[in-house]
């Protein structure tokens, strides 16, 4: 994620400079030689050092430990920015860490991502037609938001706006929800006798519908458990629907299990049409 944003900025030219640092020196040497970023730094803290832009792409749980590693550097023109798919536990972070600076943090999260991870898999054309949420606070500074608007506007992203708290409820439904139901169905599967035999046989739907359970296993367990309330308040609406479903089967009732299958399905072609809408 924090390639593809280095290597989205060069394209358009919004950038001089980009300074990188990773945990893993092999990480930044690697992001170095294929022009993601131009400098190494030694340091977090010194690869912040006179930055307009600051772009965290770490696991949600290391938020906190970066901002502590940054925040001496932190300028209130500085505009700060993650790219995490939680934000109330991000925005509390930012909070305790960059106290009187809080307000140059523009919480992000790129509606953007592939299964497979590392600055080998960066790209230029991540972010181009995706959407971006940004969740200010109120004490978000108005020239930093507006900057971080302009940014992902000039990458080609479509920006929405909204509070932290309903961004995780959000994703804890259309995100979070279908990643646990995804490792689930893999592991349910891979734990019978015949589970790989089973797998041998499956078609272009189970790849579809499972292809999220290939993600990252370190930063899901992170973005599971950050949201942990509002995923098992979805994860409780889904058991209380699959129930229904099985009650229906159980019993046999032909009609009303195709009623229900039905208003699945036009949901679903309901919320194709709005989004190829939206696409446009």
């Known amino acids: 994620m924090g390639g593809s944003f280095a290597l989205a900025l060069k394209r358009a030219g919004l950038v001089k400079r980009v300074v990188g640092y990773s945990k893993s020196p092999t990480t930044t040497e690697r992001a170095r030689q294929i022009g993601v970023i131009d400098v190494e730094a030694p340091s977090a803290l010194l690869a912040v050092s006179g930055a307009d832009i600051v772009l965290l792409a770490v696991p949600v749980s290391a938020t906190e430990a970066t901002f502590k590693a940054i925040r001496h550097l932190i300028t209130p023109t500085t505009l700060v920015m993650d790219v995490g798919s939680t934000k109330q536990d991000v925005v509390e972070a930012a909070r305790r860490v960059l106290r009187e600076n809080v307000g140059c943090f523009v919480p992000a999260h790129p509606i953007a ?112 458990l950050a949201n942990k309330e509002e995923l098992l308040a979805q994860s409780k609406a889904f058991q209380q629907a699959l129930q229904l479903l099985e009650k229906l089967i159980s019993s046999g009732q032909g009609d009303a299990l195709e009623n229900l299958i039905q208003q699945a399905s036009q949901t679903r072609a309901d919320w194709r049409i709005a989004s190829q809408k939206s696409s446009k």
């Open 113 to 224: 991502g592939r299964e497979a991870s590392g600055v080998e898999h960066a790209d230029a054309n991540l972010y181009n037609g995706r959407q971006v949420i940004l969740t200010p606070i109120e004490r978000t500074f108005t020239m930093q938001l507006q900057k971080a608007v302009d940014i992902w506007t000039a990458l080609g992203c479509d920006v929405v706006q909204m509070a932290p708290q309903a961004h995780d409820a959000a994703y804890a439904a259309v995100s979070h929800l279908p990643h646990l139901l995804a490792f689930a169905l893999m592991n349910s599967i891979e734990g019978q006798p015949y589970g790989m035999d089973y797998l041998s046989l499956a078609g272009p739907g189970f790849r579809d519908f499972t292809r999220i359970a290939a993600s990252e296993p370190k930063m899901w367990r992170d973005i599971l």
